[in-house]
């Protein structure tokens, strides 16, 4: 399977804890995109990179918040000290530089306890 | 700045008949591409249809048709012949360049047999 592919695919944490995600883009992909979905709601942009560069962040993205993108292969978002309101779904897509089609993952959906 | 508005929380339409989801959008951007993604309870957006602003004709693809009134700035999903297995959250995005995707809140589809 070459498509976008996240882990893990679900994650329980308790509030006060860090987590981190992987995506892994589709192999030929130089850009990379995360966005944020809550219970109800379309998915939101919160970050993305151009190779390594990470090029635009939302205001929705807290200082809690980083995301890396080392040797423009797979990325990483960590959250630090979770909150109740983190608990979503967090997906990732790709796209070549000049593509319209952003391909997605199937997700990482997180719950703070 | 972008916004799309989707008004149909939910809807339910008979299998095999035709449905028309509605979306219309806000932008002052003079080119920005127009899409629909399906969210199936997996989670998992799978890109279903695109329409540049300059296209002159409604973009098909199989059963998905793109109802395009740019004078209206509305971008209908149309699904002919409906089946069980386009029961699903239906998303309409805005894409200015090949930045961020703006997302609508959706529609929950459900298919009657």
């Known amino acids: 399977d070459t498509g976008v592919s996240q882990n893990p695919r679900h994650k329980i944490t308790k509030r006060g804890q860090n987590v981190t995600f992987r995506c892994d883009p589709i192999?030929?992909?130089?850009?990379l995109y995360w966005y944020r979905q809550t219970l109800g709601q379309g998915p939101e942009f919160l970050t993305y990179?151009?190779?390594?560069?990470?090029?635009?962040k939302s205001r929705l993205l807290s200082d809690r918040f980083s995301a890396e993108r080392p040797k423009g292969s797979f990325s990483t978002l960590e959250i630090q000290r979770t909150e109740q309101g983190d608990s979503a779904m967090y997906l990732c897509?790709?796209?070549?530089?000049?593509?319209?089609?952003?391909?997605f993952g199937p997700g990482t959906r997180l719950t703070v306890t | 700045a972008q916004k799309i508005t989707q008004t149909q929380p939910g809807m339910f339409v008979q299998e095999k008949e035709a449905v028309t989801l509605d979306c219309t959008y806000d932008?002052?951007?003079?080119?920005?591409?127009l899409f629909w993604y399906k969210q199936p309870s997996s989670g998992e957006m799978i890109f279903l249809i695109y329409q540049g602003s300059y296209d002159q004709q409604n973009a098909t693809e199989g059963r998905y048709s793109l109802n395009f009134q740019k004078a209206r700035k509305s971008a209908n999903l149309v699904i002919s012949a409906s089946q069980l297995g386009d029961s699903a959250m239906y998303f309409c995005a805005i894409l200015r360049g090949n930045e961020k995707l703006t997302f609508g809140t959706g529609t929950r589809l459900t298919i009657i047999p």
């Open positions: 192999s030929e992909h130089n850009r």
């Open positions: 897509a790709s796209s070549f530089q000049g593509s319209y089609e952003q391909y």
């Open positions: 990179f151009q190779n390594e560069a990470q090029l635009e």
């Open positions: 932008t002052s951007d003079p080119s920005y591409g």
